[in-house]
């Protein structure tokens, strides 16, 4: 493995940073959830994960983050030192998933404190990240005293404090309203464009994963499988102009057919 | 218009007078807030109306059926007894709170550490839980006469049976609520690689805590009722005795009032602690907790 990664690197200006390679998830219960799934996720990529529901988006998360094992496959990271058991990734889930009991910069620090980080230490990262989605003047409340998207964008803050080479996002603005969401869209594009993280994200939206990628993989259902891989290569910056524009419009239209497609494939849904 | 303003930014403190000095209300508002108004007084002023009432039949009932006072004394002379007796009864007082207080500790302590002993580990909940579960659907009562032959010391025989009373509560509401984290959370936390007891101390404890302090708000009670029903068995005099022994006493020479006065103190006492794991509860909950939230409407 690592003679063959080696000279990726070398020779490959965008090494990948994940490979999962011949993945298969059956679950207890029988389902199959993923079949011999094989996907490169490359440095500085923006690719979304575009689905029906029950197409094995989430399982395909999980397994990236190690939270769930394979039945078949591995998963490679050609860039770590062998045996390395935690990986520069951050997860954000569907749900803000923020401890209730705990305020917004204490649930920020979270991840720090995990690694022994002091409150004080953590202090600036922590102010840092909240600058970064806005809430900084929040750091003080808890999150029932926050909005929908707000929370969402704790969550998110709360991933960044790590500064992650890889960031992990399952469906994050499923649960938003149009406006609230297409905010977050701008703000995340824009950290990432500064950043240059790595981004895999999943979502059901058509529109939200052509405005946000450079990479849009579609997968089919019965069994999960990728059944597409496409490209968008619209030039970033992308703003609300593009949003508008006849090009935007026309990867909508490719992708939507692909997504029919996977969705005939997978028989029903 | 000024007032409007401010009372939009600082809603909280809208009061009855400022939100009438608001001019143009509606008949609606006017309804809403009288309505509110009312609520907020009859809380207090019905149930204590209520009491005084009942209280007032008692004296009532007595008169009326001509009832002597060693069968049913009225309630003037219970008061009174209290105030003759108060050195008599303060001591038994005394004495069933440190019972009481001593078991609530112990049950306390030996109830939430057992409860992360056996989320910790599967086996040990597998070996331990069944005697949890034996000592609990037991009478205390059954056992307690055993208990007093056993152990040497009256005050550790007192504690042991208040402790078996109170300590169930709060360990089988504490390991369920240390398993009912956020599974989420719980991902997340694995995800960054946090160790078992970050886990329990940043995660599982505080998840648990409203499930905790409903189980304390139970044992409170429990405590005094275990601590009353040891002394009965135990049925002591002397220097060790409690309120219990004093109204049992009492019935040995029909003396009705003492009888009264020492229940009294018992319900009183059974009230103020309810009402202090109330407000405890409630001072620990109230930022977060959806039961300590008053609901924005
Ligand atoms: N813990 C589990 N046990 C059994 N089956 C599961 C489990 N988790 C998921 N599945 C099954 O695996 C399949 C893929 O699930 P997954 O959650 O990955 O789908 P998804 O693409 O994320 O769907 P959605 O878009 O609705 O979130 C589904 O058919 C689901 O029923
Ligand atoms: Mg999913």
Redesign the pocket.
């Known amino acids: 493995m690592t003679a063959m990664a080696q000279t990726n690197m070398q020779t490959d200006p965008n090494p990948a940073i994940v490979s999962l390679k011949g993945i298969s998830?059956t679950?207890?219960?029988g389902?199959?959830?993923?079949n011999n799934m094989s996907l490169d996720i490359r440095q500085g990529e923006f690719v979304s994960?575009l689905?029906?529901?029950?197409?094995?988006?989430?399982?395909?998360?999980?397994i990236i983050t190690g939270l769930?094992g394979p039945t078949s496959g591995r998963v490679d990271w050609p860039q770590e030192t062998a045996g390395a058991t935690e990986h520069e990734l951050s997860f954000v889930f569907?749900e803000p998933t923020l401890m209730p009991w705990a305020t917004v910069f204490a649930n920020v620090w979270l991840p720090l404190r995990l690694k022994g980080i002091s409150q004080r230490q953590a202090h600036d990262s922590v102010m840092e990240a909240l600058e970064m989605v806005g809430l900084a003047e929040f750091a003080k409340s808890y999150p029932r005293e926050l909005s929908g998207g707000m929370k969402m964008r704790v969550s998110i803050a709360r991933a960044l404090v790590t500064k992650p080479k890889l960031l992990l996002m399952?469906?994050p603005f499923a649960a938003l309203d149009e406006i609230t969401r297409f905010k977050l869209n701008n703000d995340l594009l824009h950290l990432w464009e500064t950043f240059g993280w790595t981004v895999v994200f999943?979502t059901?939206s058509v529109f939200e994963s052509v405005y946000l990628s450079d990479r849009i993989v579609v997968?089919a259902?019965?069994p999960?499988r990728v059944v597409n891989d496409m490209a968008i290569d619209a030039p970033y910056p992308r703003d609300e102009s593009f949003r508008t524009s006849a090009v935007y419009s026309g990867f909508c239209r490719d992708v939507s057919q692909a997504l029919h497609a996977a969705m005939d494939a997978g028989d029903d849904m | 218009m000024t007032v409007a303003l401010s009372d939009k930014a600082n809603p909280a403190k809208t009061s009855y007078a400022a939100s009438l000095d608001a001019a143009p209300l509606d008949e609606e508002e006017l309804k809403r807030v009288r309505a509110a108004r009312i609520e907020s007084i009859g809380r207090w002023v019905v149930p204590l109306a209520i009491l005084v009432l009942s209280v007032w039949l008692w004296d009532r009932i007595c008169i009326w059926n001509e009832i002597p006072h060693y069968i049913l004394p009225r309630p003037g002379l219970v008061f009174e007894t209290l105030l003759i007796d108060w050195p008599i009864l303060w001591v038994a007082l005394l004495n069933t709170l440190k019972i009481t207080f001593g078991a609530l500790f112990i049950a306390t302590a030996g109830g939430l550490g057992l409860a992360v002993l056996f989320t910790q580990s599967k086996w040990i909940e597998i070996s331990f839980f069944p005697f949890a579960v034996i000592l609990q659907v037991t009478p205390i009562i059954a056992i307690a006469p055993l208990i007093l032959i056993y152990v040497d010391s009256l005050t550790a025989s007192l504690l042991i049976c208040a402790w078996i009373v109170a300590f169930f509560p709060i360990l089988s509401n504490t390991v369920l609520g240390l398993n009912s984290a956020d599974h989420n959370l719980r991902n997340l936390f694995q995800l960054y690689g946090a160790s078992r007891w970050q886990t329990l101390r940043y995660l599982r404890l505080p998840a648990a805590m409203p499930y905790f302090l409903g189980g304390l708000k139970i044992a409170g009670g429990l405590s005094l009722i275990g601590a009353i029903v040891a002394e009965f068995v135990a049925g002591s005099a002397g220097s060790g005795s409690g309120l219990a022994n004093q109204i049992l006493e009492a019935s040995y020479r029909l003396n009705m009032p003492r009888m009264f006065a020492a229940l009294l103190m018992i319900s009183v006492t059974g009230i103020l602690i309810f009402l202090t794991m109330n407000l405890l509860s409630h001072l620990l909950l109230r930022k977060w907790h959806e039961s300590a939230l008053k609901r924005e409407v």
């Open positions: 998830k679950f207890s219960n389902t199959v959830a993923l994960l689905g029906p529901s029950g197409c094995g988006k989430s399982t395909a998360l999980r769930t569907q399952d469906e999943v059901h997968m259902a019965r999960g």
